[in-house]
């Protein structure tokens, strides 16, 4: 990591958003000091210390960095593939990433996960769980570790969903053009248990996690073998995640094959509980949204991918109605060409009043999904609220620019104006990860010379 912590004092912020939910959703324009990596304090006026750094954020609102839920690193080298334009979820997949996997060298995946770290910093986030599910027999497993190896360089808190698929996954519409071979059982464990003892960490405020995730549970892997790999990812004590109902063809799929809905599926082979949350649930019965809240099971939210698949609007309302734990994700960039975590909050915002009315959502209650939400369904409790106590996880947007000159209520402006909007200032544990606007550690020139070659070798498939 190329920074250490600082003591730090940020003054004079317009307005701070603390992730809670209700009146305790705004702390006002309060003063905030760092120190040791954590909140130290917070309110009016508060007098510098020796040794710390001042910063001025007179013309700053203050948010605790976004925590997002589902992504895929790997993707951001595949923004707006012309041949999956307009396609649903089975032709995307078979059209842009499917095809290109095999094409992914090592230099390509670093090129992409660094250039995608940086998107999520410079949009506010500061934890990434990512779904990584290039795993193939025969193949190396060097890119989870060279996906904690990008965060740690960049100073962002990573958890590795370590994905891949079981069975023979040619009824995975699309997956037979991978070229990839699924694993054994042994294989796809043995690797999580080699990640889990040189990554994992289980306190509140972790730096790495490792997460088990099978990246579909009814495609890519035997039903008998879902329940293995949830007995022994809880016998490491490991959460888990996968995607679950994204489209109408994944319902219908199970109630084909299975002759059940989807969340009683994974119901049934032990995939439900508060260590466990699914990417999307687009498409869910009433009876599927009991049982998610009953067990306390969580969603990653994805709406843009959702929008742009055409997949439908996820019933989050409902779920956060019903107690579900809500989460946001930016999903892969190449179903959503873009991995910035304040695109997602102001279309969650908006989408689900276009679908519901205007009583759906306020912009509060995004804000505390895609910050103490997330933060909720990756078990790391001492992250995503602005609290004395709390990790130092935070963002500090600039607003002094005309898109945001007679606002009533700037406090909201990330997510009721969406972007652009400029991170000046973002906070890690303590750690200045993004200084006067720019990405510590990122030559901006050479990774975008680095994106234009490996845009032009991932063409090499069409
Ligand atoms: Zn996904």
Redesign the pocket.
């Known amino acids: 990591m190329h920074n250490t912590p600082q003591d730090i004092l940020i003054r004079r912020p317009l307005a701070v958003m603390t992730g809670l939910r209700g009146d305790a959703a705004r702390a006002g324009a309060v003063d905030i000091r760092i120190a040791d990596g954590r909140i130290a304090e917070m309110g009016p006026d508060l007098m510098p210390r020796p040794g710390e750094r001042i910063v001025d954020a007179s013309d700053c609102i203050v948010y605790p960095g976004w925590i997002n839920t ?1 992504h ?1 690193l790997f993707q951001n080298l595949l923004k707006a593939v012309p041949e999956g334009m307009n396609q649903d979820l089975q032709g995307w997949l078979a059209s842009v990433p499917y095809p290109r996997l095999p094409l992914f060298t090592p230099e390509l995946m670093r090129t992409a996960a660094r250039l995608g770290m940086a998107e999520l910093l410079l949009s506010g986030a500061t934890t990434c769980a990512d ?1 990584h599910y290039l795993y193939h027999a025969g193949g190396g497993t060097e890119s989870g570790d060279m996906l904690f190896d990008v965060a740690d360089e960049f100073g962002m808190r990573f958890v590795l969903c370590r994905g891949g698929a079981i069975e023979s996954a040619s009824s995975h519409p699309g997956f037979s053009k991978t070229a990839l071979q699924p694993e054994t059982l042994d294989q796809m464990l043995a690797d999580i248990e080699r990640l889990k003892h040189r990554y994992h960490d289980d306190a509140p405020d972790a730096m790495r996690r490792v997460v088990v995730a099978p990246t579909t549970p009814t495609f890519s892997l035997p039903p008998a073998l879902l329940v293995e790999l949830a007995r022994a990812a809880r016998g490491m004590r490991l959460r888990m995640h996968t ?1 679950l109902s994204e489209t109408d063809n994944y319902v219908r799929f199970c109630r084909e094959k299975y002759n059940c809905l989807p969340v009683e599926f994974v119901a049934e082979h032990e995939w439900l509980g508060p260590d466990v949350w699914f ?1 999307h649930l687009v498409h869910l019965q009433p009876s599927e949204i009991r049982m998610l809240a009953q067990t306390g099971s969580g969603i990653a939210h ?1 709406p843009v991918s959702n929008s742009r698949l055409g997949s439908g609007i996820a019933p989050v309302p409902q779920l956060a109605a019903a107690g579900v734990p809500v989460s946001l994700g930016v ?2 960039v190449a179903s959503n060409e873009s991995g910035s975590m304040t695109g997602e909050v102001n279309t969650a915002w908006l989408i689900h009043r276009a679908a519901q009315g205007a009583g759906a959502t306020t912009a509060e209650d995004v804000i505390h999904w895609a910050t103490a939400g997330g933060a909720r369904v990756l078990g790391l409790s001492e992250v995503g609220t602005l609290q004395v106590g709390q990790a130092a996880d935070l963002v500090l947007y600039d607003i002094n620019h005309p898109r945001f000159y007679g606002f009533h209520d700037p406090a909201l402006a990330p997510v009721v104006a969406g972007e652009p909007i400029t991170v000046r200032t973002s906070i890690i544990g303590g750690r200045v990860v993004v200084d006067e606007g720019v990405v510590c550690g990122l030559d901006v020139a050479s990774i975008r010379a680095e994106a234009s070659r490996g845009v032009a070798d991932l063409m090499a498939c069409a």
């Open positions: 589902h895929h779904h995607h990417a994805c999903d892969g």
